[in-house]
């Protein structure tokens, strides 16, 4: 089964939340306080594109260093293995 990164799980989470406050605000919205209702939607969604960006450089980011290492220790296992003298 394939696993759900955490760049587009909670995002996602974020925008279900934001569309049940914008549903719940839509009194504001009713009642005239266009700038309010809408501003405040523009900034949650601002804010929430936001952390999609930066969850998924950090999770690029923990896949170069882990690919890194596993090289890194693939290399140091080789030459371990290239310089043990044979028992002949």
């Known amino acids: 089964m394939k696993r759900i990164k955490k760049s587009a799980f909670i995002p996602a989470l974020l925008l279900v939340y934001l569309a049940v406050m914008a549903y719940m605000g839509r009194d504001k919205l009713i009642a005239g306080n266009y700038l309010e209702y809408f501003g405040i939607?523009?900034?949650?969604?601002?804010?929430?594109?936001?952390?999609?960006?930066?969850?998924?450089?950090?999770?690029?980011?923990?896949?170069?260093?882990?690919?890194?290492?596993?090289?890194?220790?693939?290399?140091?296992?080789?030459?371990?293995?290239?310089?043990?003298?044979d028992n002949k």
């Open 41 to 85: 939607l523009v900034v949650t969604l601002l804010c929430i594109v936001i952390l999609f960006f930066t969850l998924r450089k950090q999770e690029q980011v923990r896949e170069r260093r882990r690919r890194e290492a596993e090289e890194q220790e693939s290399a140091t296992k080789k030459s371990q293995h290239d310089t043990t003298p």
